[in-house]
């Protein structure tokens, strides 16, 4: 086992107990802000909240069951990675997505967003590695839990939490709630993806061994 990630285990306890009372502060207020609106403006709705339209139930073997439930789409807990993952044209580059997340079961991550950067592709990840890591797997092979980009934050079960990403032809960046997560520059980097996650290509979201719903899922082309 990789000795980051090693750490990352026997330290989660202690990040929970140290940063807490911080995010859960920031976690609290931003989660209720008018002011963090989801629809950028110009963007197009890729949830109407009543169907998987543009949407396949992606075929990962053992994924838990996919449905929805009061305008969201619930992302059930399998033997791995249970998702959907978007079946039309999806751009390359130079735009941004947006979505709500929620963890309803489980300890891993809730929403892992899989998107192309110009021919390749990466995942951002939320809430992996026992619950509490952010960040873009892979770069040069280092998964989002031994890179540059990671970084850790309490997440409450049952609780909403609003992503968004954008990719443009210079930077990946994403914000949870609002506070910017990732602000990395690509160019001279190697971008990649977990095998497990290749089903989700072009642009897909899942969750690993946890139930998770998303709703309010927005794209706009910059």
Known sequence: MNILKILLVFSV????ANCKQKTDKGTSEQATNPDINLEIPGS?????????????????????????????IVL???DGCTGITWKNDFPKVNYEV?????????????????????????SFIVG??????????TIDGLDGSENETTSM????????YKIRLKVTS??????????KAIDFAY????????????????????????????????????
Do not use: H
């Not at 909240?49 to 075929?59: E, F, H, M, V």
């Not at 992996?128 to 797997?137: D, R």
């Not at 210079?170 to 506070?179: D, H, L, P, T």
């Open 98 to 122: 947006s979505l709500e997340a929620i963890r309803i079961a489980g300890n891993d991550f809730f929403c892992g967003l899989t998107f192309p950067v110009n021919d390749d592709f990466c």
């Open 153 to 160: 934050m309490t997440f409450n079960t049952n609780e909403w």
């Open 13 to 16: 306890a202690l990040v929970i």
């Open 76 to 78: 059930g807990m399998g």
């Open 170 to 179: 210079e930077k990946i960046e994403a914000w949870i709630n609002g506070s």
């Open 44 to 72: 197009v709705r890729l949830f109407d909240g009543k169907g998987l339209t543009n949407w396949d139930i992606t075929n990962f073997g053992p994924q838990g069951e996919v449905y929805i439930s009061g305008g969201k």
């Open 187 to 222: 160019e001279g980097r190697q971008l990649g993806i977990r095998p497990e996650v290749r089903l989700s290509c072009p642009f897909g979201i899942t969750t690993w061994k946890t139930t998770g719903a998303i709703r309010n899922i927005y794209l706009k082309e910059l």
């Open 128 to 137: 992996g590695w026992a619950g509490v890591v952010l960040g873009l797997s």
